[in-house]
């Protein structure tokens, strides 16, 4: 066989993203492995949609080409919530996405992107890495031909964007929310109807009425997303995602089936990206939190202690329903809420500590 000729049946040196119309049918075949990642994020949203793209493309350059991406994004080849059926089916190998949208499916998956007064970005990784999530969290997507690993962050995410102050827990009594995961359970014991839609239809649902409030993520996002047009309290620190961690699923036998060598690159790409979007918004959040004040009039409001307490107390009956769920579940929060309290506690008397005094110091 002529080299040339090799090449082009084997597909070696090609690069970039392909086309997503190219790749029919998984395929691992020889030394050439071809890809289909789904998202929740629509195409090139800031963010969360271009991280999972960076992290898609990180794949193939890692691989110098030899893992061959198609990325999908919502809407693209299955609706964003569609994407768990898809991978655990095997029709695309791969997802990323916020996994607490699967919690209907079993309430474990909440914890492996957040849960009411859970864990910042740095205790998460540490639960994961060092504290047992990753071994709970195979264990729980095992159990739906699912494997998981964390690729990306958003931080600890704003309160929400609401048409009314919000003085009292009273105040969310009938409110119509945007907000999933178990945050949506706690508003609910305050009254409110929590509501779970893409976020590319939160601005729709906002501006005609048909929600009253929304939690997005930040205010990088969120002024991208020109809630400000919608609605004028923007609260800033909510409870119900103090650290999102964002997750990249693969069809467990696909991952199974690869070599180690495959499995570290792509475990690679996805840490690689899992501290690129958390600077990321860490980077662009302030300056658009002062734009959201300055440029287009919004009220920025601090949910005050006694709304504070009260979804303390709706997120312990929260817990203590998810617990009585399975002993899968009441594991999962048990070793979270260890985590928690270790990683927490050494936070507290180490950089809490440093920062309240630092940031009294010098006015921030």
């Not at 090139?44 to 999908?72: C, E, H, K, M, N």
């Not at 309160?159 to 409110?175: R, T, V, Y």
């Not at 009220?299 to 709304?307: H, P, T």
């Amino acid at each position: 066989m002529k080299r040339r000729d090799f090449i082009k049946k084997a597909g070696i040196g090609a690069t970039g993203v392909v086309a997503a119309s190219t790749l029919a049918t998984p395929a691992i075949a020889q030394d050439r492995i071809e890809m289909a990642i789904v998202a929740t994020w629509g195409r090139d949203f800031p963010g969360l949609g271009t991280g999972a793209q960076r992290y898609a493309q990180t794949i193939q350059d890692i691989s110098g080409g030899r893992i061959q991406v198609s990325y999908y994004a919502a809407n693209e080849r299955v609706g964003a919530f569609d994407s768990f059926d898809e991978v655990a089916s095997g029709n695309a190998q791969g997802y990323h996405a916020a996994d607490y949208y699967w919690k209907g499916r079993h309430p474990g998956w909440a914890y492996f992107t957040a849960v009411p007064f859970g864990m910042t970005f740095h205790e998460i990784n540490a639960w994961i890495r060092y504290g047992g999530g990753q071994e709970l969290w195979d264990e729980l997507a095992g159990g739906f031909g699912l494997k998981c690993i964390m690729a990306g962050s958003t931080g600890a995410q704003a309160g929400g964007w609401f048409n009314k102050e919000i003085n009292s827990p009273d105040d969310f009594n009938g409110l119509k929310m945007r907000m999933p995961g178990l945050g949506g359970d706690v508003i609910g014991k305050l009254g409110a109807s929590p509501v779970t839609v893409p976020g590319g239809q939160i601005y729709e649902n906002l501006v005609s009425g048909a929600i009253d409030a929304t939690e997005w993520v930040g205010a990088w996002n969120d002024e991208i997303m020109k809630f400000y047009e919608a609605a004028k309290f923007y609260y800033t620190g909510g409870m119900h995602e103090p650290g999102s961690m964002i997750a990249a699923g693969f069809n467990a036998k696909f991952w199974n089936d690869l070599s180690d060598t495959d499995k570290a690159i792509i475990s690679a790409a996805a840490t690689q990206e899992n501290e690129m979007m958390m600077t990321e918004y860490m980077g662009k959040s302030g300056a658009a939190l002062a734009r959201l004040k300055s440029d287009h009039g919004i009220k920025i409001r601090s949910f005050n202690d006694d709304v504070w307490d009260a979804m303390a107390e709706a997120a312990d009956e929260v817990f203590e329903e998810t617990r009585a769920h399975s002993d899968l579940a009441n594991r999962i929060h048990e070793s979270f809420a260890k985590s928690m309290k270790d990683t927490g506690g050494w936070l507290s008397i180490t950089e809490g500590a440093y920062l309240a005094q630092r940031n009294r110091i010098y006015n921030i």
